[in-house]
């Protein structure tokens, strides 16, 4: 079976961006390279085991099958929804923050 393409949405995209600079500014360059390799092969097993993380409860029909991976090194979690074609990153979150709200305004 062909894996599935990657579409990182606007949001999950500024969150990367956000959370690799926040590792660099706290850790170093070293730091958030482990940070990126983390999401790395969090998305690679996305792609070969889209169910993999569990169903986040929603009531919001617009967010209708999105599911949570926790990565492994990070506290932080990829929030994704598995389509027949592709895996959409909707955002990538640190378990401190008040994840529903920011899941409503993606």
């Given at each position: 079976?062909?894996?599935?393409?990657?579409v990182r949405?606007p949001?999950a995209?500024r969150?990367?961006?956000e959370?690799?600079?926040?590792?660099?500014?706290?850790?170093?360059?070293?730091?958030a390279?482990?940070?990126?390799d983390?999401?790395?092969h969090?998305?690679t097993?996305?792609?070969?085991f889209?169910?993999?993380?569990r169903p986040?409860?929603t009531r919001?029909p617009?967010?209708?099958g999105?599911?949570?991976?926790?990565l492994k090194?990070?506290?932080?979690s990829?929030?994704y929804?598995p389509t027949?074609?592709a895996?959409e990153?909707?955002r990538?979150l640190h378990h401190?923050?008040?994840?529903?709200?920011?899941?409503e305004?993606t």
């Amino acid at each position: 079976m062909p894996r599935r393409a990657l579409v990182r949405h606007p949001a999950a995209k500024r969150d990367l961006v956000e959370a690799t600079q926040y590792f660099v500014d706290e850790g170093g360059n070293e730091v958030a390279h482990e940070f990126l390799d983390d999401v790395a092969h969090a998305f690679t097993r996305l792609r070969r085991f889209p169910n993999l993380g569990r169903p986040w409860p929603t009531r919001n029909p617009t967010l209708e099958g999105l599911r949570r991976l926790p990565l492994k090194r990070f506290p932080l979690s990829v929030f994704y929804r598995p389509t027949r074609s592709a895996i959409e990153v909707i955002r990538v979150l640190h378990h401190a923050r008040d994840i529903p709200p920011l899941l409503e305004e993606t």
